[in-house]
C-alpha cells in the first residue's frame, strides 16, 4: 500500500490529476474467474470490466472482446465477490459517548477515529469494504454512528460515504438489557432503561413541534439543541436507530418503542432472537448477528446458538453477520457466514448476510452489496471458495482502486499478524468492567 | 446437510441397538482414520475393548467381534486434545460466584488445585465435547503472578473424579501484563515479578532443606505452598508460564536456568521471534489461540507462528485459552483450524491437537493417538475436520459414546 501511495503523489505531481480521474480514464477487466454476483446466479468463468471506480459489466463468458485500451487483469481460477459489509465494527480506536450520562445522541463516533488504526489494515486483509462504525453498548444511546468505506484515508473525511441531501451516512447507537444498566445516572433496571429512552424522546417530538410551530420566525424558533436535532432525524426515519438488544423480551422492548416513536431499527446481536422470530419478522425489522465461538461470557449471551441465522432466514428476516470487531476479528469475517451454513443456512443467504443484506440495512444497496452495472466497483479476489476455511483473501478493492494485496510484504503481515503488525489501543467500550459482572 | 443428517443418522441408530452403556466391545468403520502414528488408513477399522483400543488397520485386517456396537463415520481422529483451557472453571456466566479461574486475594497462590474448582456439569464442558474435544488440559488462568494449579480431565463424567487424568499438571505462572498490578500493590513491574517468584522459589528451596533435617530444633513445620513449589522444584510438576512480550520468554528461561525446573512455555505470541532461545532451552510452546484478540501482549502475534515453530522442530500444542468476556470458552478444533490454513495444514495442525499435545503434557502413552493399547477416544467427522462447513458427529471416550455437534432441525 505505501507503493501506492508514492506512485499516486508521483502521478499528482507530475500530473496533477486526482485519483479520481485517474479511475475514470481506465477501464479495466477482471477475466477468468469464478464470478459470485450475488444477485443473480453464480458464474463459473466471467468477466467483470470496471471503470470510473464503478462495474460497468459482469459477463457470464470468458469471452476477451473488450474497448481498445482496457487493461485485462487474469484471474483464471479464483473468485471474485462483493465487497464484504460489516454492519457492526468498533474498528478505529473508538469511544462515543462517556460515564456522564447515559445518553449522548450529539456525539459523533467519526470525531473519535483514528484512521491509521492498524484495525482498517485488518479490516481489507478479510475483504471488507464499507462498516458501520459505531460506539459501543455501555449506554442506552452512546452516540451516532458513520458508515465508511476502506478507502485510503488520511482522515476519516477520505472514508464517508456522502447522502443525496448532502449528510454523512451513519446511523444511531441505542443499547438495552444489562450493559447500560448500573449507578446513577444510568438506569438500574429495564423499567427505568425505557423510561428514559421514552423521556428523551418525548422531549425530542416537543422540540420538533416547536421548530415547525416556529417556521421561519426566527425569534419563535428555541434555542438549538445538537441531541435533538439528530433525535428529529430518527424520529423522522432519515437517521436508522442501531440497537443492541440480546434477550427475547429486550428485543420485543425495542420493537415496542420503535412503535411509539415510529423510529426504523435494525436490531443487533440477537443472542436470543431465535425464541422471537415470528415477532421480529412481524414488525419488518431487519437484523445484524454474529456467531461467538461458545455462548455466555456474558448472561445475555447464555443462549446464544450457531443457528441464529437459519432461524431468521426461515422466518423471512432480512439478517446480516457483523464482526463486532474487536468482538471477533475483521479478518476470519467469512468464517462467520460459513458456521451459519455449518448450523444450517443456506448458501444464498449466508453469502447475502456478507453483502447485500448489509447494504439494504445501511440503505446503500444502489451503490454497494452486489456485483452489478453501476454499483461501486467493491470487490474481493479470493483463491477458492468463500466458506473454505483454506481460502485467502487475496486482494481488496474499493472503487476499483487496490486497496489490499496479499503478496504485498505489508499487507501481508496485515493479514496474519506479525511483528510490527499494530500498536492499537482497545476501543473505549464505557463499562466494560460493568459487562465483566 | 445430508450427509450430515446420515452420519446423526447412523449414529443414532448405532446408539439405540447398544442399550448396555458398558458394553465390552465397540467398532468404528472409517472412510479415513488419522491415527497421527503414521499415513492415514483409508477404510479402517478401530476396534475398543473395555474402554482401550484393542485394534486399528484397514477394513479387512482388523476383525469386528460380531456383537460389537459399530459405528459408521467419514473421518476419524483421536479424541481432541484442549492443550491450555479454563473450562470447568470459567462458567458460562460471567457471575463472579460462577468464575473460579482467578482468586486476586494474593499473587502467589500455587496450592490452589483445579480439582477443587471444577465444575463438570458447567454447560462449556459439553460444549467443548460437542467439537470433538475429549481431553482438557484445565485449571487456574493467567493473571497472577503464580495462580494455581491446572489438571488434565476427560469432557465425559459425573464429578470431577470421573475420567481425571492427572489431577496436579503443572503450576501456573504468569509472566505477562495481566498479572501486573496497579497502585500501590504487587507486583506492579517486570523486574517486581521475577523478584518475588525468585524469592519464592529461594524459601522453597530453603524449605526443603529444612523439612529433610533430622534435628526436630531444625525440622521446618509442613508448609502446603511451599511443598507445591517443591515438587515443581524436583521436577515432578512442570511451571507452565505465560509469557508473551519476547523479553518475557526471555525471563522464563532465565528462571528456569537459575531453579532447574521444568517448563512449558505457554501463549508466546512473540515466540516467533525467539526460535533459538526456545530451542536451546528444549521447551515446547502452547501456543496462544490464533483468533486471540491480537492487542496489548499480542499486538506482535501471528496466525503463522504455530507453523514457524513446527518448521524449526519446536513441539506446539494448541490451545483455547482463557478469555475475560466472549467467547467464554474458544474451541480448540477452531483455533487449530486457523493454523490450518496458515501454513501447517490438516495434519500438522491436527497434531497440535492430538498426539503433540499428549506429548506437552505427557499423557501420550494414554491419548493423543489411534494405538493398540491407548484410551478408547475417538471424534467422528462428515469432513475435514478444520472445514467451517464440517460437523463434529460425535465422538467416543473410553469407549462411550458422546453427541456431536446437534442443531435445531430447520426445514
Ligand atoms: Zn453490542
Ligand atoms: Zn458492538
Redesign the pocket.
Known amino acids: 500500500m505505501r507503493r501506492f501511495w508514492i506512485l499516486l503523489f508521483t502521478l499528482v505531481v507530475i500530473g496533477g490529476v486526482s485519483r479520481s480521474t485517474l479511475a475514470e480514464e481506465s477501464t479495466t477487466a477482471f477475466v477468468g474467474a469464478k464470478i459470485i454476483p450475488i444477485v443473480g446466479d453464480e458464474i463459473e468463468r466471467g468477466v467483470l470490466i470496471v471503470k470510473g471506480g464503478k462495474i460497468v459489466e459482469v459477463r457470464a463468458t470468458d469471452d476477451r472482446k473488450f474497448a481498445d485500451g482496457t487493461e485485462v487483469v487474469d484471474v483464471s481460477g479464483k473468485v471474485l465477490m462483493p465487497g464484504i459489509i460489516c454492519t457492526?465494527?468498533?474498528i478505529g480506536g473508538v469511544g462515543g459517548g462517556d460515564g456522564s450520562g447515559p445518553l449522548h445522541p450529539e456525539v459523533r463516533i467519526y470525531d473519535a477515529i483514528n484512521v491509521r488504526s492498524s484495525g482498517f489494515r485488518r479490516a481489507v486483509a478479510g475483504g471488507l469494504t464499507t462498516l458501520n462504525i459505531?460506539p459501543?453498548?455501555g449506554h442506552l444511546l452512546s452516540g451516532q454512528t458513520v458508515y465508511v468505506k476502506l478507502r485510503e484515508a488520511r482522515t476519516i473525511e477520505d472514508m464517508f460515504i456522502m447522502l443525496k441531501d448532502g449528510r454523512i451516512a451513519g446511523g444511531m447507537k441505542m443499547a438495552n438489557g444489562t450493559n447500560s444498566q448500573r449507578g446513577k445516572p444510568f438506569p438500574g433496571t429495564r423499567g427505568k432503561s425505557a423510561s428514559l429512552v421514552r423521556e428523551m424522546f418525548v422531549a425530542a417530538q416537543e422540540y420538533r413541534d416547536k421548530l415547525a410551530k416556529a417556521g421561519d420566525d426566527e425569534k419563535k424558533r428555541p434555542d438549538r439543541d445538537l441531541g435533538k436535532e439528530f433525535l428529529i432525524e430518527v424520529l423522522e426515519g432519515r437517521r436508522v436507530v442501531h440497537h443492541?438488544t440480546h434477550r427475547n423480551d429486550d428485543i420485543i422492548t425495542v420493537l415496542r418503542l420503535a412503535n411509539e416513536f415510529g423510529f426504523r431499527v435494525v436490531l443487533?446481536?440477537v443472542s436470543e432472537g431465535w425464541m422471537v422470530a415470528d415477532e421480529i419478522a412481524e414488525a419488518g425489522a431487519p437484523c445484524s448477528i454474529l456467531i461467538i465461538d461458545s455462548p455466555g461470557g456474558k448472561i445475555e449471551a447464555r443462549n446464544l446458538i450457531f443457528e441464529t441465522g437459519a432461524i431468521l432466514e426461515k422466518a423471512g428476516v432480512l439478517t446480516a453477520f457483523?464482526t463486532?470487531d474487536w468482538?471477533t476479528d475483521s479478518r476470519v469475517f467469512l468464517r462467520m457466514a460459513a458456521l451459519g451454513v455449518r448450523a444450517g443456512m443456506s448458501r444464498q443467504k449466508a453469502l447475502e448476510a456478507l453483502t447485500m443484506a448489509g447494504a439494504k440495512i445501511l440503505e446503500l444497496d444502489d451503490r454497494i452489496g452486489s456485483l452489478e452495472p453501476n454499483k461501486d466497483a467493491d470487490f474481493v479476489v479470493l483463491d477458492g471458495d468463500p466458506f473454505s476455511v483454506y481460502t485467502k483473501v487475496l486482494q481488496t478493492y474499493v472503487e476499483g482502486e487496490k486497496v489490499f494485496d496479499r503478496s504485498d510484504p505489508e499487507d501481508h503481515l496485515h493479514a496474519v499478524g506479525g511483528f510490527g503488525a499494530g500498536h492499537d489501543q482497545e476501543p473505549y467500550?464505557c463499562c466494560r468492567e460493568h459487562e465483566d459482572d | 446437510m445430508n450427509r450430515f443428517l446420515a452420519g446423526i443418522l447412523v449414529l443414532a441408530l448405532a446408539a439405540l441397538v447398544s442399550t448396555d452403556a458398558t458394553a465390552a466391545e465397540v467398532a468404528v468403520r472409517a472412510k479415513t482414520i488419522y491415527t497421527m502414528e503414521g499415513d492415514p488408513i483409508t477404510d479402517g477399522v478401530v476396534v475398543i475393548r473395555d474402554g482401550k483400543i484393542a485394534a486399528v488397520g484397514a477394513a479387512g485386517s482388523v476383525n469386528i467381534p460380531s456383537d460389537a456396537k459399530v459405528y459408521d463415520a467419514e473421518i476419524v481422529t483421536p479424541g481432541l486434545i484442549d492443550t491450555h483451557a479454563t473450562v470447568g472453571l470459567t462458567g458460562i456466566l460471567n457471575q463472579k460466584q460462577d468464575q473460579d479461574q482467578l482468586e486476586h486475594s494474593e499473587p502467589i497462590q500455587p496450592q490452589l488445585r483445579a480439582i477443587d474448582a471444577y465444575n463438570a456439569h458447567d454447560p462449556l464442558v459439553a460444549w467443548v465435547r460437542q467439537f470433538g474435544v475429549t481431553t482438557v488440559h484445565t485449571g487456574h488462568a493467567p493473571g497472577e503472578l503464580v495462580s494455581g494449579q491446572t489438571m488434565i480431565i476427560k469432557t465425559r463424567g459425573n464429578t470431577v473424579n470421573d475420567g481425571l487424568v492427572r489431577e496436579t499438571a503443572a503450576v501456573a505462572v504468569t509472566l505477562a501484563k495481566s498479572a501486573r498490578k496497579h497502585g500501590d500493590k504487587s507486583p506492579g513491574t517486570r523486574g517486581k515479578m521475577m523478584s518475588m517468584l525468585r524469592e519464592a522459589l529461594i524459601e522453597t528451596q530453603t524449605y526443603m532443606r529444612k523439612r529433610e533435617s533430622d534435628d526436630p530444633e531444625k525440622k521446618a513445620d509442613r508448609d502446603f505452598k511451599k511443598e507445591v513449589l517443591a515438587s515443581v522444584l524436583r521436577k515432578e510438576v512442570p511451571l507452565m508460564v505465560t509469557a508473551h512480550r519476547a523479553n518475557d520468554i526471555a525471563n522464563a528461561f532465565r528462571l528456569a536456568k537459575e531453579f532447574d525446573f521444568r517448563l512449558i512455555l505457554d501463549g508466546a505470541a512473540e515466540s516467533h521471534l525467539m526460535i533459538d532461545e526456545i530451542k536451546a532451552a528444549g521447551v515446547p510452546v502452547i501456543l496462544h489461540p490464533m483468533m486471540a484478540r491480537y492487542y496489548g501482549d499480542l499486538e506482535n502475534a501471528s496466525m503463522e507462528t504455530a507453523a514457524i515453530l513446527r518448521d524449526a522442530g519446536i513441539l506446539v500444542g494448541m490451545q483455547s485459552g482463557f478469555e475475560g468476556y466472549v467467547p467464554k470458552t474458544r474451541v480448540v478444533l477452531f483455533e487449530a483450524a486457523i493454523a490450518a490454513a496458515n501454513g501447517l495444514g490438516l495434519e500438522g495442525a491436527l497434531r497440535t491437537i492430538t498426539i503433540d499435545a499428549a506429548k506437552i503434557l505427557e499423557i501420550d502413552d494414554r491419548v493423543g493417538s489411534i494405538a493398540v493399547g491407548k484410551d478408547g477416544d475417538l471424534a467422528f467427522f462428515d469432513g475435514d475436520p478444520f472445514e467451517y462447513t464440517t460437523h463434529c458427529v460425535g465422538v467416543l471416550i473410553d469407549g462411550q459414546f458422546e453427541p456431536g455437534e446437534t442443531y435445531k432441525q430447520i426445514d
Open positions: 457492526h465494527s468498533h459505531m459501543g453498548s443492541h443487533h446481536h457483523h463486532d468482538i467500550l
